[in-house]
């Protein structure tokens, strides 16, 4: 199955259309009802609890002591937390504002979720290594897997971003057939390889816990004296 894609070329800023063979994941979706209205509503209800996994790892970064270095690493701990907000936030910008509707906004929202996920995967590979390995500290076999994995999977996402970014240019400079279809191919492993991150990695990390909720105790004694 083959489509067409817009290009622009030369100095007067024209385009042409060239052939296509893998759409972009906002062409598959973005353009489409009802695959936009469940992409979105999926996206909606899976970054509820992405919000609380951003603040689960901040306590799971420190749940160690680094003696004089503790108030460093707790501040860059932070920062991956709000890295981490900051790029669910992005998500739900680029998935509810499709770039045939405000094409500006969701090239923004794309730039910031971009930056803000390699950012905070790069700085969650720093914590994990400083905190499991500071004083001498010996990491654990899934500790190690954890880290390792969380580093392949990054090196693997940066690099794509590179490419992804020479093949763009390319199909722009030189609009030649199918190199769009790359850049689209490019994109989603780029997109599986941020889920693995975030969610393999998550269950290398929390294996053997238990996620609570607990309520305030003031809450539930303020209730039980007006009954």
């Not at 001498?136 to 999977?153: I, N, V, W």
């Amino acid at each position: 199955m083959c489509s067409s894609v817009p290009c622009t070329q030369g100095k007067g800023g024209w385009s042409r259309l060239v052939p296509n063979y893998l759409p972009s994941i906002s062409a598959a979706i973005g353009g489409f009802t009802p695959q936009r209205y469940v992409w979105r509503a999926c996206i909606g209800l899976h970054c509820a609890p992405r919000f609380l996994v951003a603040f689960t790892y901040y306590n799971f970064h420190m749940s160690v002591r680094l003696a004089e270095k503790n108030k460093l690493y707790g501040h860059l701990a932070a920062i991956a937390c709000v890295l981490h907000i900051i790029e669910n936030l992005a998500l739900l910008g680029l998935t509810y504002v499709a770039s045939n509707e405000n094409h500006y906004a969701h090239e923004k929202f794309f730039i910031t979720f971009l930056v803000s996920s390699l950012c905070y995967m790069l700085l969650t590979i720093i914590l994990v290594k400083w905190g499991r390995t500071y004083d001498g500290r010996t990491m654990s076999a899934r500790e190690r897997k954890s880290y390792s994995t969380k580093f392949t999977l990054f090196v693997f996402n940066i690099s794509c971003c590179f490419i992804a970014a020479y093949v763009y240019w390319r199909h722009n400079k030189y609009c030649e057939p199918g190199v769009y279809s790359i850049f689209a191919l490019i994109e989603y492993l780029m997109v599986f390889s941020n889920i693995t991150f975030h969610g393999y990695t998550w269950l290398l990390d929390y294996n053997g816990y238990n996620l609570c909720l607990i309520a305030d105790g003031s809450l539930v004694e303020n209730k039980e004296k007006k009954t």
